[in-house]
């Protein structure tokens, strides 16, 4: 069932040669319909119909070029695909955030890790492989483009939008991860886009709020935040996707971000980058920008800036006006806005749309959720895990000593306890939730002193697992308690970051960090403590002095 072909030449090297199909779609285009070519909407599948018949009035109204797809399901998604198919005069192009896969904004499909536990693997080629399945999903669904990988070099544990969307700190390993998740999708056909170019990951504002800023040299810029992005480049990636931050040091123009700065987009990115592929701007209704340039003044600089793909306006048809009155005013080269155009246009035709074919909605759910992919899932994890602390003998301890195993941040017993206590027939189990109280945490630990090893899991539960744990004060001192005990094993179901909130724990006798709390992580904890599975992974950040970037033993 599942098949990924590479395709015969890669859409850098067609965007450059003539195309009949391209020619002979811009030559029945008008200029406001050329325009609008360059623009992305916003589209759901959960919020009802009269929200998605609006959407399919902007197609049929404004000809736009395409959709980007964010919450919902995989069935409504594709029939909607359908019917704005039908809608619009040029087939559209879709798009979707799918940094790990359609699970990041779509219910009832497959999650792969996040990209800070695929940071941990030593193997890129399994990397590869889940750009790949991502792709045949992608395709499965009608969509020709992911806004992914994320490229950012997170060096700011506190980063508050990017942090485990990143690959980790280090520079060298974000570009070669990226580059092979990048591979594997375009080798299956659909379209990628690194972001968030020059470099989001030293930031402690989230542009979707405000507008960040980059404060630093154009030398440190050159030689960290802009690498990955280079590589990728190097290595033919076919898009980018600029961010919304004020980097002084390239653009000295006040509360202006990147997005809209001609400098930073037509003279770093295509012009000192040499960067031919579809230039992608973050979204336009993000706050880092509508608060200093409303109603459509931002689409019209981000257009005069260099973008190709205007991404979510808020109001696209005020937009593609004003930008029709500043090509009428000869703000921009025509030949520029042309090329543009059909720029978008050769994507369109690359990805198959010259050809276009309804998606088929019969085993829809079976095809996204097939075998090959669950296991990779699975293979991916067992690769990420990082063992920080302990030794074989260390992380087994007694089949039959009298075994604590404890779950800290849920109230119900997790699949890891589950897994862990058929190895261990005298074993009781525990939850911890978050805010358990103080009297409740000694009367526990008070118990615990009465068996021979414990098993601690610390988990994450929620959607986005942050740097710090959302545990009371209480919550995380028990932990160091019950990791300073005599036989302790703690695995961490949530961010590396959290680490360095739990003082104490470096004190247990084994220590290994999951990264998330999903379920595939949780078996393959267990299977690195019962000696099923060696741990290879490598921390891709560095938490503190004690656990630095590359820290990971093989037991």
């Known amino acids: 069932m599942f098949s990924a072909v590479a395709q015969q030449e890669t859409y850098i090297q067609a965007v450059s040669q003539q ?8 030559k029945h285009l008008n200029r406001k319909q050329k325009i609008a070519q360059l623009f992305f909407v916003r589209a759901h599948t959960n919020k009802g119909k009269a929200y998605e018949d609006s959407v399919g009035r902007v197609i049929d109204d404004q000809h736009i070029g395409g959709l980007v797809f964010f919450q919902g399901g995989p069935g409504r998604q594709a029939s909607l ?50 750009g790949q399945q991502v792709a045949y999903d992608y395709k499965r669904l009608g969509m020709q483009m992911n806004f992914g990988p994320d490229m950012d070099v997170n060096n700011n544990p506190n980063n508050p939008v990017i942090n485990y969307r990143s690959f980790g700190d280090n520079k060298y390993n974000v570009a070669q991860k990226g580059i092979a998740y990048m591979k594997g999708m375009q080798d299956g056909g659909i379209l990628t886009t690194a972001k968030h170019f020059p470099g989001h990951g030293d930031t402690n504002v989230d542009s979707h709020l405000e507008l960040p800023l980059l404060p630093f040299t154009r030398k440190r810029l050159d030689s960290l935040e802009e690498y990955p992005f280079r590589e990728a480049i190097k290595a033919g990636i076919s898009g980018v996707m600029v961010a919304h931050m004020s980097i002084p040091a390239l653009d000295s123009t006040k509360n202006q971000p990147s997005t809209l700065s001609r400098k ?104 996204l959720n097939r075998k090959s992919a669950k296991d990779l899932v699975q293979e991916l994890s067992d690769a990420a895990v990082t063992a920080l602390k302990g030794s074989a003998s260390s992380f087994r301890l007694n089949p039959f000593g009298k075994t604590a195993i404890v779950s800290v941040g849920v109230s119900t017993f997790t699949l890891f306890q589950k897994e862990l206590a058929i190895w261990y027939p005298d074993c ?45 004060f209480a919550v995380k001192s028990f932990i160091g308690s019950v990791a300073g005990f005599k036989n302790s094993v703690v695995s961490v179901f949530a961010n590396p ?17 999951c990264y998330q709390m999903s379920d595939e992580l949780q078996r393959a904890a267990v299977k690195v403590i019962t000696g099923g599975l060696k741990p290879m992974g490598k921390l891709p950040v560095t938490i503190n002095s004690l656990f630095v970037n590359g820290a990971g033993m093989a037991l």
Not at 328 to 344: L, M, S, T, Y
């Open 264 to 367: 930073i987009v037509t003279g770093i990115l295509k012009d000192s980058l040499g960067f031919k592929g579809l230039v992608v701007s973050d979204a336009m209704e993000m706050k880092a920008v509508t608060k200093y340039y409303p109603n459509g003044e931002a689409e019209v600089k981000a257009f005069l800036a260099g973008n190709d793909i205007i991404e979510l306006s808020e109001n696209s048809e005020n937009a593609i006006l004003k930008i029709k009155k500043a090509i009428r005013q000869g703000k921009i080269p025509i030949a520029e806005f042309n090329a543009r155009v059909k720029k978008v246009l050769a994507a369109k035709y690359w990805s198959g749309l010259n050809n276009y074919h309804e998606v088929s909605t019969v085993n829809l759910l079976e095809d």
């Open 497 to 513: 970051y959290t680490i360095a909130g739990l003082p104490g724990i470096e004190k247990s006798g084994a220590l290994i960090v």
């Open 81 to 130: 695909i359908n019917t704005y198919q039908k809608i619009s005069k040029v087939p559209l192009m879709i798009a979707m955030d799918g940094e790990w896969g359609l699970g990041m904004r779509l219910d009832s499909t497959i999650s792969y890790p996040y990209q800070m536990t695929l940071g941990a693997i030593q193997d890129n080629t399994l990397i590869y492989k889940m």
């Open 19 to 26: 195309n009949h199909w391209v020619d002979s779609v811009f």
């Open 428 to 472: 009781h189990l525990f939850t911890i939730d978050k805010n358990t109280s103080l009297a409740q945490l000694n009367q526990t630990l008070a118990m615990l002193k009465d068996y021979d090893q414990v098993f601690m899991s610390i988990n994450d539960t929620r959607t986005r697992p942050q740097s710090s744990l959302d545990y009371s």
